[in-house]
């Protein structure tokens, strides 16, 4: 077989173990391309069935609209169920507060509305995209991922995780964090987007918009951005190469309007994927500390 | 373009993180906002140079100790092959997760410190190797530089691990005088060391063959039942899962077990395409000719190459609690997509990791690895750990901490 439909047989396998082991197991949706991928992996392991779970996306209502206008084409395309867990009913409800200042962001409380929406709908399994590659934390992560009463993540109490065996077995009250694309990289997601030609948000080829400078990278221009005199603006054209909130996610300066322009454009370059992505920029263990609070 | 899965294992301070960043520093697979991390995270080595081994150790208690704790997986390419490193904890205390690392790869890179020869952990991982019929193990002889590149001492060195090869039973060994930190023989060909013409270690990595295991009987356990129950498909019923082994076709006699009933392959489905015949490895859905009862936890086996069916089996185990396993005690086993209810009923022995002599003992500790009976209120469908080790592997689950706390090589039925 070819790397590719290896990696494939086995997120097929590591999805249809979710069905099999879990009863209220649900798809971290998020509008990224490795979600996207997931939903294309999920139609492999489980048509013409329905999917044994729901698709949920926890939105910090700072998204791009791009990508908001493909969840819900792709939804009704799916026909599956999406439940949607708004990280502004978590403000509303006094249970977060909202960040202040030029960098605010929502990126952290959505943690909050994850968890509460594992509460809510007592979901025992949640899949995501995440990928070993992208993050040193990552790198060290089982493929189920056992989260404890609290959502919480502890490195360096991971069950051993043999051959292709997967334990799924948890207390009342804990749940799995599960990532069958583990052993992708960014480079195998794109490769295998082109190969199955896999629609995608707008937002991830190049296009002409309004950027404003933030620590040195082009953010989209956004009143969820708080934007005064002293910013810079411009007109460029770019994309983006990893897709999360307009306010912590920055635009990578492109041409590539074509699959294999971005695949090129990955090949030769010679800064990691969430580069762009201040969220992990805050200290050396910004992900790990972020995973052991409950975020993905 | 195929995959390489190999990890690397040796003791403590073996340098096997040094290793990896190495090769992925030599082969530019660092990028630059990685390696401006990890100047300015500021672990440097005793001569100036940058500290390679921090780029996969991910954890804040690994970088504050400088030891590895658990496996960390990273990937890189070259123009022949993609690869997946497990860079596997060096301590006894951690062998667990060296286990989790080295079951999912091809190959393992022993290290050795050129200083230090063959030591206990050398021994252990070998054993462990040998176990999870890693039949490739190549030997890194690390810190040459630290010998003055002598060919006495890696002689020396590998006529000692030959030796150790012999006695388990390891027959495709390989050597290569290397230094990490020099970057001696890892990508580029050592300038020190002219008496070795041998590849680089990435060569090696590179032209290393995979085609050579033998081809085993196909087993097809079910994980899923697809039933749509729509107006369009009343009734569609695929059996969905992932074939282990060769020559699963359609038309094929099949045997389902543990129950014993015959029925014929009649389709088989790869993303709603039909396949005539389906591939090691692939996950696919299966239909059968015949209503039969089967569910999840179910093997689908060859009628012409039966698998065997016991309660009461002989197996290795390895074992990775704190809490000594208990023959009193009930656990679960998980094979494939079955779980099954065991009690361990008899130690046998457990192995002198040093001389791979049995201990004639009945308590099973942290790290141990011995020979046992295992019984199980149902049937338990497998085959000889030495003839098919594809299907003969389970895990232990602890029922009361849900803990996966051994691994069992199944060997024959008592």
Known sequence: ?296 | MNLLKFITAGSVDDGKSTLIGRLLYDTNSILDDQLEAIQKANRKNNDGTVDLAILTDGLKAEREQGITIDVAYKYFQTDKRKFIIADAPGHIQYTRNMVTGASNSDLIIILIDARKGVIEQTKRHSFLAKLLSMNKVLVCVNKMDMVDYQENAYLAIQADYLKLAGKLGLTDVDFIPVSALRGDNIVNPSKHMDWYTGDSLLDYLENISLDDKKSQPWRFPVQWVVRPQTDDLPDYRGYAGRVIGDGLQIGEEVLVLPSGVKTTIKAIELNQDSLLQAENGQSVIIHLSDQVDISRGDLLVSANSPAKTSREIDAHICWFDQKPLDTNQAYLLQNHSKVSKIKIQNIHFKYDIHSQEHIIDDSINLNDIGKITLKSAEEIVFDSDSDFPENAQAIVIDPRTNITVGAVWLEQEV
């Not at chain 1, 590659?133 to 992560?141: G, L, N, V, Y």
């Not at chain 1, 077995?169 to 896999?198: A, C, M, Q």
């Open chain 1, 1 to 296: 077989m070819d790397y590719l439909d290896h990696l494939e047989a086995e997120a097929i396998y590591i999805l249809r173990e979710v069905a099999g082991q879990f009863e209220n197991p649900a798809l971290l949706f998020s509008g990224g391309k490795d979600s996207i991928t997931l939903v294309h992996l999920a139609k492999k392991a489980f048509r013409p069935g329905k999917f044994p779970f729901p698709l949920v996306h926890i939105d910090t209502g700072h998204n791009f609209p791009e990508t908001i206008a493909y969840r819900d084409q792709l939804v009704e395309e799916l026909g599956e169920k999406l439940i949607v867990g708004l990280v502004q009913d978590s403000i509303d409800q006094g249970k977060v507060v909202e960040q202040k200042g030029k960098n605010a962001s929502r990126n952290a409380l959505q943690t909050v509305t994850l968890l509460e929406t594992i509460e809510k709908y007592g979901f025992d399994a949640c899949i995501g995209g995440a990928r070993r590659d992208e993050e040193k934390a990552r790198a060290k992560e089982r493929i189920f991922s056992v989260r404890d009463d609290f959502g919480q993540w502890d490195p360096k109490r991971q069950r051993p995780e043999l051959w292709n065996i997967l334990n799924g077995r948890i207390h009342k009250g804990e749940n799995v964090r599960v990532f069958p694309i583990s052993n992708w990289t960014e480079l195998d997601v794109w490769n295998y987007i082109k190969r199955e030609k896999i629609a995608l948000p707008s937002i991830y080829f190049s296009h002409e918009r309004e950027v404003v400078l933030r620590n040195g990278q082009w953010m989209a221009s956004t009143p969820f951005l708080s934007i005064d005199q002293e910013d810079k603006l411009a007109f460029k054209s770019v994309r983006f190469r990893t897709v999360g909130d307009m306010t912590c996610t920055a635009s990578v300066d492109s041409e590539a309007t074509e699959l294999d322009d971005i695949i090129e454009e990955i090949r030769v370059s010679t800064v990691s994927e969430r580069g762009a992505r201040l969220d992990d920029k805050v200290s050396e263990a910004a992900m790990e500390d972020r995973k052991k609070q409950g975020y993905f």
